[in-house]
């Protein structure tokens, strides 16, 4: 047994490729799972890692995939955006034998979405109107009952309209209610329409909500509480339990070029604005659509729907500061503060967040397409960020995201420590162990 368990970890490390992790010098060296024995894929599925970590295919053509949750026995839950045939909008996965690769699998539910959450033997699901509730049974891969429709009544829109969710250490349910538009203009996206003031986008949209997840038929007007504003869009949200905070990774406005082109160039519209990762608290107020960050005055200036011509600041100073500004046109969709011990020390309680990708960096090289890193403590970046997963457009000049092998959208903790990270091109899910040196 003991030769065959070195075998096996020299392969692993022979297999695990990529760049360099965070220093984990004079720290405790991680616990390996015993459950991590599969031998990950050449090549890692087509991703590059840190030194030390590797992946398998943990399951490949499920569809549409966004949002993934895991229960405390390790069945999968993915959400599907769409589905070529009516299957149903969320595929369970399973892991039978210990190789990291799903070898059983079921899809169900008449709804597709983006949020997923599994919490307190509950499944819950967010159509873009809606949070839908199923009842667990242990072990079982599918609900044996109906869903419950737990939160409605939000406002109907076609632009970012998914509801991802999460909870906190108290039970209540935030959501994510995205604005319908660019920049809350008049005319939407007509060159140099003025934006409305007030944007009445704002009272219901462009916000995080909060509810009591105490019983069904909840609405968005009668119980919901308007819990953070003036963010455009969070599909990437997170309660992170070591700082008792809520978090997202907003996705900015765009085209600022093509809607003022006297103001702006091509290649500023490419850098600007930022993709903000923001601490949320009651009350706080991040004032989109008046506001946008400035990747290279490093601060928010005024928009110019709103009078602002570049550099005005107005009174843009009195939004919260983001924790990180990251590159525009990035597309965060999904973030995980990780609290497994499988990964080195230097990784927990820190934030993954998925980078999706976005089509506003055009007529330039795209950017994002990957999963990043950020040590945090206390509710507070504790160092520089990095890219963690990289590798999934397939192509060093990445023009237009059709052309895109993977797009990571989806992160989810395992109970052994280990990470799914969900594709939305082709399905693949991606299992992601920490080998060692």
Not at 172 to 185: E, H, K, L
Request: hydrophobic residues 35%.
């Amino acid at each position: 047994m003991i030769a065959r368990n070195a075998a096996l970890l020299l392969m692993l490390l022979t297999l695990a490729c990529g760049t360099e992790a965070p220093d984990t010098t004079d720290t405790d060296p991680p616990k390996t799972s015993p459950s991590v024995e599969a031998a990950c894929e050449p090549g890692n599925g087509g991703i590059v890692l840190p030194d030390g970590f590797c992946a398998t295919v943990f399951a490949d053509e499920i569809g549409r995939a966004r949002h993934i949750a895991v229960t405390a026995d390790g069945i999968v839950y993915v959400s599907l955006r769409s589905a070529e045939e009516d299957a149903g909008g969320v595929v369970a996965l399973r892991d039978n034998d210990g190789d990291g690769r799903a070898d059983e699998r079921a899809q169900f539910g008449d709804h597709y979405g983006t949020g997923m959450e599994v919490h307190e033997g509950h499944l819950y699901f967010g159509t873009n109107d809606s949070i839908l509730r199923y009842e667990l049974t242990a072990g079982q891969l599918e609900p044996e009952g109906a869903y419950e429709t737990w939160i409605e009544g939000f406002p109907k829109q076609r632009q970012h309209a998914v509801k991802p969710m999460t909870f906190d250490d108290q039970g209540n349910i935030y959501v994510n209610v995205g604005a319908p538009s660019n920049a809350c203009m008049e005319t939407m996206r007509e060159e140099e329409s003025p934006g409305l003031n007030p944007c009445p986008q704002r009272e219901r949209q462009a916000s995080v909500w909060r509810f009591e997840n105490g019983r069904p038929g909840q609405t968005q007007s009668v119980d919901g509480h308007r819990y953070a504003s003036g963010i455009r869009n969070s599909v990437a949200l997170a309660w992170d339990p070591g700082s008792k905070n809520v978090f997202v990774a907003q996705h900015g406005r765009d085209s600022l070029d093509t809607l003022w082109p006297k103001l702006f160039e091509p290649e500023f519209s490419r850098d600007n604005p930022a993709e903000e990762f923001l601490k949320l608290e009651d009350g706080a107020d991040f004032m989109w659509p008046f506001c946008y960050w400035d990747t290279s005055l490093d601060k928010k200036v005024r928009a110019p729907e709103y009078g602002g011509n570049g550099t005005d600041v107005g009174d843009c100073d009195m939004a919260p500061e983001p924790l990180v500004a990251f590159p525009a046109h990035w597309g965060p969709n999904d973030l995980l503060f990780y609290q497994g011990d499988q990964f080195p020390a230097a990784y927990q309680g820190g934030a993954f967040i998925a980078f999706h990708g976005s089509w506003n960096r055009a007529p330039f090289p795209q950017g994002g397409y990957n999963v990043v890193f950020v040590p945090m403590s206390g509710g507070e970046v504790d160092g520089d960020w990095e890219v963690f997963a990289d590798g999934f457009n397939g192509s060093d000049e990445l023009m237009s995201p059709r052309d895109a092998v993977y797009r990571p959208t989806g992160l989810a903790e395992a109970p052994d420590g280990s990470i799914y990270v969900s594709d939305s091109m082709k399905g693949r899910i991606w299992r992601i162990f920490y080998t060692g040196e």
